[in-house]
């Protein structure tokens, strides 16, 4: 029997309309959807639900605040803790998901059905972001590749054969987390269950997980 995980990616707060620092556009929508998939006989397809949070200290590196310009501007990063001179480029934001904040929290209704899964399916929560010297997209790793999370090991220590992402940001923390998770395991991103910071780019965005692996789907019926 194929087990399953389904990772649901940063519904948090500071995502969502109306009153989100960083509200992706209509994000707030697939909140009910995504509860349902975690209640009842659906929860019964999951050997495991793992729900990701940014977790950002107040002088995060990514904030636009901490250098002085407007948000989505973009700025050179050179690699942490390192003397060989590598840099990214990358996107300052809005202050967002600061940590123990009322931004930072899970969706009310999807923190409470997770909350009532209980002991019917193993469950985690996984932060990311903490590390104020660097930016974190992937639920696995920053985006140096240097820091990792313990989401690699939940899934080996739960014997996952799948993982299925919902969830925010279909071009930014879902794409990086569905795409790092496909080098070890099959991935599948519902995309219907997933809003992008920019859609009109979502062309690209799917080329992007498919390249890298990724399986497109518009409903968890068709994995099944």
Same mark, same amino acid.
């Not at 500071?14 to 209509?26: Q, R, S, V, W």
């Given at each position: ?17 109306? %009153? ?59 690699? $942490? ?10 996107? !300052? ?12 929290? !899970?969706? $009310? ?23 104020? %010297? ?11 590749? !240097? ?23 279909? %071009? ?53």
């Amino acid at each position: 029997m194929v087990r399953r995980a389904l990772v649901v990616v940063d519904l948090q707060e500071d995502f969502l309309p109306p %009153d989100g620092t960083l509200a992706i556009k209509e994000g707030r929508s697939i909140v009910p959807r995504i509860n349902e998939l975690i209640k009842g006989e659906q929860l019964r397809q999951w050997a495991l639900v793992v729900a990701t949070q940014d977790w950002h200290p107040a002088n995060h590196a990514c904030f636009a605040s901490q250098h002085g310009v407007e948000p989505f501007t973009q700025r050179e990063f050179a690699r $942490p803790q390192s003397e060989a001179g590598e840099k990214q480029m990358q996107v !300052l934001w809005p202050d967002h998901c600061v940590q123990g904040t009322h931004g930072s929290r !899970l969706a $009310p209704s999807f923190a409470d059905a997770f909350e009532r899964i209980g002991d019917k399916t193993k469950t985690a929560v996984v932060r990311k972001g903490y590390l104020q %010297d660097r930016e974190f997209y992937s639920c696995f790793q920053d985006c140096w590749g !240097l820091h990792h999370t313990e989401m690699e090991s939940i899934l080996q220590e739960n014997q996952v054969d799948q993982v299925v992402f919902v969830g925010l940001a279909y %071009d930014y923390c879902v794409l990086r987390s569905a795409v790092d998770c496909a080098k070890k395991w099959k991935s599948f991103v519902v995309k219907k269950l997933c809003k992008s910071v920019s859609p009109e780019k979502e062309d690209e965005t799917d080329a992007t997980y498919r390249k890298n692996g990724v399986v497109i789907v518009d409903d968890v019926s068709e994995i099944l």
